[in-house]
């Protein structure tokens, strides 16, 4: 599990690889992540953007912008929390994310919050635990 807090709003990320959707053969990996966003603040805020940067084993760069995350912008009250799980593709057995949320409060103020640096590993072969 990855954390980053920003202005008392906690994210956390818990990325999971996912061989039955990946096709290795082909240049092909998966994984599914789940993000859980908890306002630890004393004012209601409200997701509005995302701003992801993907980048493969290679350094290649993707940028993703949009609004809101799984087609909802959640308000979240103090003491609220949002959960959602999405997932990303890369061309290379490992890579990693990070990025920021443009929120807004209520009175209309925008600020960015952090998503912490994660990393999308496929599990090794052969590897044991001692």
Request: a neutral charge; hydrophobic letters at 30%; proline letters at 7%.
């Amino acid at each position: 599990m990855y954390r980053a807090v920003t202005r008392k709003i906690e994210v956390t990320v818990t990325p999971r690889y996912l061989s039955e959707r990946s096709s290795p053969a082909t240049g092909y990996f998966f994984w599914s992540y789940t993000i859980d966003i908890v306002n630890r603040g004393e004012e209601t805020v409200q997701l509005k953007t995302r701003h992801w940067r993907i980048t493969d084993a290679f350094g290649r760069l993707q940028e993703v912008k949009g609004a809101g995350v799984v087609g909802e912008e959640p308000t979240l009250k103090p003491g609220e929390s949002f959960e959602y799980t999405s997932g990303v593709p890369l061309p290379t057995p490992s890579g990693f994310m990070e990025g920021t949320y443009g929120m807004i409060t209520a009175d209309g103020r925008r600020f960015d919050i952090d998503i912490p640096l994660f990393s999308l590993d496929t599990p090794s072969k052969g590897r044991t635990l001692n």
